[in-house]
């Protein structure tokens, strides 16, 4: 099995510069009075157009996005192809409002979809559904309730915007990974998926669900999803994640008086989001994996269930990801020992892509996990490298 501490293999691509502001940067997020604070000034810096690209951008920004443009992530991509990781450029531009800022989306991830077409280390792409209609439109049409006119129009227009990516990338022979959101905008965008898979997962997967594994329902969807396959004879994209909304999934449910959707701890998540790695590897004739994770576990058991199917590390129906500036120690290893790894690399302008780096800050707020895993990983080589400095010397 491969050992993940090996820190030479995972920071292979990291300057000593680099290796030294990672830390600094995961030292400072760890502290939660610096990120709640942080949070407060961003928020109200952005209310406020107090410009905050002096603070965000060689930081944060530096640490967890590609660049403003495609064209900016360019010199990334290459480092990365270096090592046998790929990357899928995500434009993450949050919270438009109005069908000027959808469009424009629209357009950009057109563009992403062509540039992997175009450059064999950018495989996949992927999109955020909420960037495409109004935030009511996927609350009202996921309740289920009757519909008005405008709403009605305004899933109609959602559907065309993700039916002419899924048609575009189906083209140009490129996978398209669709986002999971909060739980109240999720069901219209599960029907609508499906519906694509239907229409361009004819020989093979090309459009992607995401399923976040804390939902308590989640891994019955799966299932359901998969038997549905069968029947209509296409394959399934089945993209697997936790999950990023916990805490205000939880709120909401309170505040509004329902069961929460998320399961009541943490291994309840882990050990659904392995059976859902185990269901698939043993349907893997008709489901493809995106194993999106910094989990070392569920990577591991990826890798064994794989092993035990005869299935060789590259198989292109299975994917590993992690997102660009974290866990390349997942990364770097198992793109060495030869597994399909790729980097989720966002990009936009810093106030666009705010609030995925205040999300990233936040999920690194705790020193009992990941950002202590990153942090002592990254001791280790800085004192590996000062130790081999010393040994060429002596
Ligand atoms: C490539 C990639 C794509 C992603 N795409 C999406 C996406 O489309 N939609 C989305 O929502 N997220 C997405 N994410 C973010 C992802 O959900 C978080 O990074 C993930 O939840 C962190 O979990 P982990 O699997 O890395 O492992 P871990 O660090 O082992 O797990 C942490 C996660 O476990 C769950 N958890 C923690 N405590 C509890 C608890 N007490 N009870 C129940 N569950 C708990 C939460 O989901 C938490 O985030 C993506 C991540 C990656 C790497």
Same mark, same amino acid.
Request: glycine residues 6%; contains cysteine; charged residues 30%.
């Given at each position: ?11 292979a691509?990291?300057s000593n510069?680099g ?5 600094w ?7 939660p009075?610096?990120?709640?604070i942080?949070?407060f000034f961003?928020?109200?810096a952005l209310?406020l157009?107090?410009?905050? $690209?002096? /603070?965000?951008?060689? =930081? @944060?920004y530096r640490?967890?996005v590609g ?7 360019i ?10 990781v790929k990357a899928i450029l995500d434009?993450s531009?949050?919270g438009?409002k109005?069908?000027?800022d959808f469009?424009a989306?629209l357009?950009e ?6 540039h992997?077409a ?7 792409s992927?999109f955020k559904p909420?960037?495409f209609?109004p935030?009511?439109?996927?609350e ?13 129009a305004g899933?109609e227009?959602f559907r065309?915007?993700?039916n002419?990516l899924?048609?575009h990338a189906a083209k140009?022979?490129?996978p398209?990974?669709?986002d999971?959101?909060d739980?109240?905008?999720q $069901?219209? /965008?599960?029907r609508v =998926? @499906?519906e694509?898979m239907?229409q ?5 997967a090309?459009?992607?669900?995401t399923?976040?594994?804390?939902r308590t ?8 999803d998969f038997?549905l396959?069968k029947k ?8 697997f994640v936790r999950?990023a909304?916990?805490?205000r999934e939880?709120?909401?449910?309170e505040?509004m008086?329902y ?11 882990d ?6 790695l ?16 910094h989990?070392?576990?569920s990577?591991?058991h990826?890798?064994?269930?794989m092993q ?5 590390k590259?198989?292109p129906?299975i994917w590993?990801?992690?997102l660009y500036g974290m866990?390349d120690?997942?990364s770097?290893n198992?793109a ?8 989720y690399m966002?990009?936009g302008?810093?106030?666009?892509v705010?609030p995925y780096l205040?999300?990233?800050a936040e999920?690194?707020?705790s ?6 895993r990153e942090l002592?990983?990254?001791?280790t080589?800085?004192?590996r490298r000062k ?8």
């Open positions: 099995m491969i050992d993940f501490n090996n820190t030479q293999i995972a920071f691509g990291k510069k290796l030294k502001r990672a830390h940067l995961f030292r400072t997020i760890a502290s009075t610096i990120v709640a942080g949070n961003a928020h109200n209310k157009h107090i410009p905050v $690209a002096w /603070i965000v951008k060689p =930081t @944060l640490q967890f660049g403003e443009t495609i064209e900016d992530c010199p990334a991509v290459r480092e990365l192809e270096k090592f046998n434009y531009v949050e438009g109005a069908e000027a469009e989306v357009k991830t057109l563009r992403t979809i062509d992997a175009g450059d064999p280390n950018v495989p996949i992927v909420t960037a209609a935030s009511h439109i996927f009202r049409a996921s309740a289920g309730q009757d519909l008005n006119e405008e709403e009605l899933v227009s065309k915007r993700v002419i899924c048609e140009k022979d490129v398209i990974m669709i999971a959101e739980v109240h905008y $069901a219209i /965008i599960d =998926t @499906l694509m239907e361009y997962n004819q020989k093979k090309i459009v992607f669900n399923y976040q594994m804390y329902d989640r891994l019955e969807v799966l299932k359901k038997e396959a209509k004879e296409f394959f399934l994209g089945a993209k999950g909304y916990m805490e939880r709120r909401r449910a505040k008086g069961p929460s959707p998320i399961h009541p701890d943490k291994p309840s998540t050990r659904d989001y392995n059976a859902a185990t269901f698939s590897i043993a349907n893997i004739d008709r489901i493809s994996i995106f194993n999106g994770t989990n070392e576990k990577c591991h990826l890798m064994e269930l035990k199917a005869g299935l060789a590259d198989d129906r590993t990801s992690q866990s120690h997942i770097f198992m060495d020992a030869g597994y399909n790894i790729v980097k966002p990009y302008p810093v106030k666009s705010l205040l999300r990233r999920e690194n707020t020193i009992a996990g990941q950002t202590g002592s990983l990254i001791k080589e800085l004192k130790q081999d400095r010393i040994e060429d010397r002596g």
